[in-house]
């Protein structure tokens, strides 16, 4: 009996030590993110607040802002991020999220010279699940491809596995989940719906029926820098354009036979 008064003395008194912990460590801890965050886009990060629950095990953040000027602009607001952490105290170890929820995120990207970077100190964050809800990802026309002009693409809401931010667009290597707007110059829009590995497409390029077809997403590679994988995703989003036209062509066709 002794023992486990002990014991629940010690646990007691652990649980005094996190709240302090969590409450004094806030403003650190915002600060050592936003380094971790702005550092491997060689861009200046800020946050606005942050609230951590080492008990709970959580972090919530306020206002992320990061920003870079060399080799074109790069913009990143995000108005809340929820980082889900081991609970007890046990964070303080393991700093990895379990869930990484993301609100409200505006991204501009004016060329792809931004993602250059080179020896980051610190590891990008990584997360072993991500929800992004109410996210605007703009690309000028020199940051993607020169001949299609700006690119605008909204995402209502997206799931994905395991993530290493290597960029704001890392997460769609891991996507499991997706529902977003595709703008194209021209007033074009294209809606796309992702899950159980197919893409849905619909639009006034492709008539009022989704057309449907599985897409295989590539795997990211360690290896690879920002730059890297962004040039996999152009690729990827090449794909599918010939995908979606393939498919539906082929559905017209169907259509057409008796």
């Known amino acids: ?16 030590v996190l709240l302090v912990l969590g409450y004094v460590a806030g403003s650190k801890v915002a ?7 702005g550092e491997p886009l060689q861009a200046t990060a800020t946050i606005a607040g942050a609230d951590l629950a080492l008990i709970r095990g959580h ?8 920003r870079r ?21 046990w964070s303080l170890i393991d700093h990895d999220c379990r869930e990484l929820a993301i609100r409200g995120m ?22 072993r699940r991500v929800v992004i809800d109410d996210a605007v990802l703009e690309f000028s026309p020199s940051a993607i491809a020169p001949s299609l002009g700006r690119i605008a693409i909204t995402v209502e809401h997206a799931e994905a596995k395991s993530t290493v931010f290597k960029t704001p667009l890392s ?26 590995g197919k893409l849905s497409v619909a639009g006034t390029l492709f008539g009022s029926n989704p057309v449907e077809f599985p897409v295989d997403i590539p795997v990211a590679n360690l290896a ?8 996999k995703l152009v690729e990827l989003g090449k794909t599918i354009a010939e995908q979606a ?11 057409k036979l008796p």
């Open 245 to 255: 036209v393939l498919q539906r062509g082929k559905d017209w066709v169907k259509s």
């Open 171 to 196: 997460w769609i290597f891991s996507l499991d989940k997706l529902q977003a707007k595709l703008e194209l110059p021209g007033g074009v829009m294209v809606k796309l719906g992702y899950a159980n």
């Open 69 to 89: 000027e060399d080799n074109g602009h790069l913009a990143i607001d995000v108005a809340d991020i929820h980082c889900e952490l081991p609970p007890l105290g």
């Open 106 to 127: 505006r991204v501009s990207v004016s060329a792809i010279g931004v993602f250059e970077i080179r020896n980051a100190k610190r590891p990008p964050v990584t997360a």
């Open 31 to 37: 600060v050592r993110l936003a380094d971790r965050i």
């Open 224 to 231: 690879d820098d920002p730059r890297g994988e962004l040039r």
């Open 59 to 66: 972090v919530d953040l306020e206002k992320l802002a990061v």
């Open 1 to 16: 009996m002794k023992f486990l008064k002990v014991c629940a003395g010690l646990f007691a008194a652990w649980l005094v």
